[in-house]
């Protein structure tokens, strides 16, 4: 090997050192700058959080995510997100956003739960009406009535509604079948009267729907719906039928009586006409 190729050598390896050098020096600067300008501290969620949960400090830790992938609504600062009330399960890593919580109200974290211009209301279940321990909170039923009207019938009084709760619980973690006693449903004010009638006509039946099953489903009036169509009808104006004319049959000619006396006379009726005929004896 000559000299002019150990020095071809040398170069070499000198210049790839430093480009070497050069190169990470830039990507160090450049990652750091982009670091600093493009994260953002959100807040997020340390454990898992069941549904109904008040938020406290030890459920939430600060991190720095890149702006890119924060939601709309995300929450940022701790004091946003502490005493207010859980409406879903949050689960570990998740970022914490605003529609997912709800200010705690007077009274129960259910009635926190409870939808604007919604009610709670509460029917008694057993092992069948209560599709043998399967319901958990968030489902969605419908409500059967069985009733006895000469033979047995049925009418769906209820459709499509949310199960707020179980016996005295707002959410199942262990998500596996619990006999319960009691299930609480999310119900406007004329469904909870529905419903009463209908538990007062008979018995009452759940049916588990599919999360993803939003078909309508006919329901049976029995109590206000039903009796504003009563009222409807009755306000209708009455049409009275124009009274009927009847003409009087008159006889063209008819013997009325005849006086007795030494000469008879015959009275006849001629239309509205009268005539007397003498008879002789």
Sequence with gaps: MNNKTILFVVLSVIFGVIAVFLAQNWLESNSSAANVENTTSVVTVSSLVPMGTIVDRKHLVLTAVPE???PKGSVTKFEDAEGKVVNQKLYPGEILRQEKLINKGEGSTLASLIQPNMRAVTIRVNDVVGVAGFLLPGNRVDVIN?????DYKTDVVLSNVKILAIDQRASNDENKPVLVRAVTLELSMAQAEQLLVA???GSLQLALRNPNDDAQVEVALLNAEKD???KSESM???VEAPPVVVKPSIPTEKVVYIQPSSKSKVLILKGINEQEVKVNE
């Design 228 to 230: 504003e169509s009563v």
């Design 68 to 70: 890119g992938i924060v």
């Design 146 to 150: 069985l009733f006895k009207e000469g």
């Design 199 to 201: 538990k007062g006509r």
């Design 236 to 238: 209708k104006p009455i």
